[in-house]
């Protein structure tokens, strides 16, 4: 176990010395910062509206429920992009550079690759999220009062959502020879995750239920709005347990044949 | 050390090893030789604990390789063939990588690493990117990392590849003095390396062992018959020089080679276990004829490898 986190510090470094790291890091923090001005920038637009009356049910909303709720929303959308970027270097390109070869004749068990190559991403992913917090001391600072509640389950939620994105796109870097592929793979298979919402809701009959049951977004709607639902929590924890078994089985393969 | 028993390794229908069996004592340097395809990466892959056989096993240092993979690992250092490194890591955040997988305890660590770093040369680039280091640069680091651990058995898959005359010697040189340490398993398709280096030498061919021994044994087991050169001063008694040749029992077709400045080079066959050489000085001498050289003719191991490649491949 405690070479997994050799193995993930390992990988975190070298998401950090690379320029797609960067790139990731930066512009996701970009992202987010534009979404966060517009967000508050309209509320500060509707909050003058309702001051003269026009909207006088507005007042009661609050700034945490009006800005962190669709702020969370948006960034699970920019995730879609962003985490095909991350995974894809995982498996395939250690597949590509032959040193998966090397790490297979270290003494680790398939289980501790695995288990590092994901930890490493996850730290990655959280160092992403960290300047995105800025915004709280900002409001604070411009006169606002935060309402934690929904803040902290909105951070929660994301990273729940983050997280079980980055097992899935571990699942099919380990099966992809080559980057691109593994790149274009997840984010198709992304994509379609998070249209199996829309696709539920024209859906009628049984198996509506069940393909909205399927679909991450029903499933993390609810912790931007500060709903702590256990149910959800445990859909996400299957989901990420499961492309981490399925990648584990992935690298087993080759113990397989013959 | 190592102790092979019967291993085989089939990708579908493809037999890439079949039945292999053979032993690797402590201290030795073993060649493994083989043609293209003809087994070599599975065997070291089976070796190296990267997958197991599809049957047989695998000793270690006495353990069960794949009863306990990452027990038996330990003992192993890899250099792989294509030098395949970490690009974006420094050197000394590689072999400290390298040390933690391989547990070197942590007080040690340091010490150990800078040994390993000092040992292949790489003082020189510690702080630089693998990415950005000569060929040469990045086999020692592979070999540096292989050294890691202080592992009991060495697995160098093509060592000199790709390097300059001078990278080779420095390389070969090193493998030598880590071969009186460790037991070593050397893969290369240079065989004056493997006869240059190695203890013993095993020959893969269509996934079989089809032979094991030291040169010497090898070349002996290929040889019917030896063959002599003789290299005589004064050409203008070249016929009496084949005439003394010819008159020996057991000298089958004795010849002249060549003529070239003023010397005759004869050359001659005699049965294996013969040797006539004594003899062809004295009667040289005798006769006053000036002898300049008298050596028998050994095979090479490319000669050796070539005939028992051919000769299992007609066999098949």
């Not at chain 1, 534009?34 to 009661?60: D, H, K």
């Not at chain 1, 870097?173 to 593994?182: A, G, L, W």
């Not at chain 1, 078994?245 to 393969?253: D, Q, Y």
Request: proline letters at 4%.
């Amino acid at each position: 176990m405690k070479h997994a986190f050799t193995v993930a510090r390992k990988d975190f470094l070298s998401y950090l010395n690379s320029w797609i790291g960067v790139f990731v890091l930066g512009f996701f923090f970009l992202m987010a910062g534009l979404f966060f001005y517009l967000l508050v920038m309209t509320y500060v637009r509707i909050s003058m509206n309702a001051s003269q009356s026009l909207y006088p049910s507005v007042e009661g909303l609050g700034l945490t429920r009006f800005v962190y709720s669709s702020y969370f929303l948006n960034l699970s959308v920019v995730l879609l992009f962003f985490v095909p970027l991350l995974t894809m270097r995982s498996f395939a390109e250690e597949k590509r550079h032959q040193t998966l070869e090397l790490l297979f004749t270290y003494p680790l068990s398939d289980f501790e690759i695995v288990w590092g190559k994901y930890l490493g991403m996850v730290w990655f992913f959280e160092l992403m999220l960290l300047p995105t917090a800025v915004t709280i001391p900002l409001v604070i600072w411009a006169g606002g009062s935060i309402d934690w509640g929904p803040v902290v389950v909105g951070y929660l939620g994301f990273w729940l959502l983050g997280t079980a994105y980055l097992s899935l796109g571990l699942f099919v870097s380990s099966i992809s020879e080559n980057q691109v592929v593994s790149a274009m793979l997840t984010f198709a298979t992304l994509i379609f995750l998070w249209a199996l919402d829309w696709v539920a809701g024209v859906m009628t009959g049984p198996w509506a239920a069940f393909v909205s049951a399927l679909a991450p977004i029903r499933h993390y709607r609810e912790f931007p709005l500060g709903i702590l639902d256990l149910s959800h929590i445990v859909y996400f924890c299957f989901f990420t347990l499961f492309f981490l078994f399925l990648s584990l089985r992935a690298v087993e393969t080759r113990n397989w044949k013959g | 050390m190592v102790r092979v028993e019967n291993i085989s390794k089939r990708f579908g229908r493809l037999t890439a090893l079949d039945s292999i069996s053979f032993e690797i004592r402590q201290g030795e340097i073993l060649g493994f030789l083989g043609p293209n395809g003809a087994g070599k990466t599975t065997a070291i892959r089976i070796l190296t604990g990267f997958f197991p056989p599809g049957d047989g096993k695998v000793w270690i240092a006495g353990q069960d390789l794949f009863k306990d993979p990452r027990g038996g690992k330990r003992h192993i250092g890899y250099m792989p063939e294509s030098v395949s490194l970490y690009d974006d890591m420094k050197v000394s955040e590689f072999l400290d990588f390298s040390a933690c997988i391989k547990s070197v305890p942590r007080k040690t660590r340091a010490v150990h690493v800078r040994e390993k770093t000092a040992r292949c040369g790489l003082d020189s680039v510690r702080n630089r990117l693998i990415g950005q280091l000569s060929k040469g640069f990045r086999q020692r680091v592979g070999l540096a990392q292989s050294l890691i651990g202080d592992p009991d058995v060495l697995f160098l898959d093509e060592p000199t590849n790709g390097l300059d005359p001078q990278q080779i010697i420095e390389i070969r040189t090193l493998i030598r003095e880590l071969g009186k340490e460790s037991t070593l398993i050397l893969c290369t398709h240079i065989l004056p390396e493997v006869s240059m280096v190695c203890d013993r030498v095993l020959i893969l061919n269509g996934g079989k062992l089809v032979a094991s021994g030291t040169t010497e044994e090898l070349e002996a087991t290929l040889r019917e018959q030896q063959e002599i050169y003789v290299t005589m001063g004064d050409r203008h008694r070249a016929e009496e020089g084949l005439a003394v040749l010819s008159g020996f029992p057991g000298a089958e077709q004795v010849r002249i080679v060549q003529e070239k400045n003023d010397q005759v080079y004869f050359s001659l066959f005699v049965s294996k276990g013969r040797d006539l050489r004594s003899e062809i000085s004295r009667a040289f001498v005798e006769r006053n004829l000036p002898l300049l050289e008298i050596r028998s003719v050994r095979l090479s191991l490319e000669e050796i490898f070539m005939k028992i490649v051919i000769r299992e491949d007609a066999a098949s």
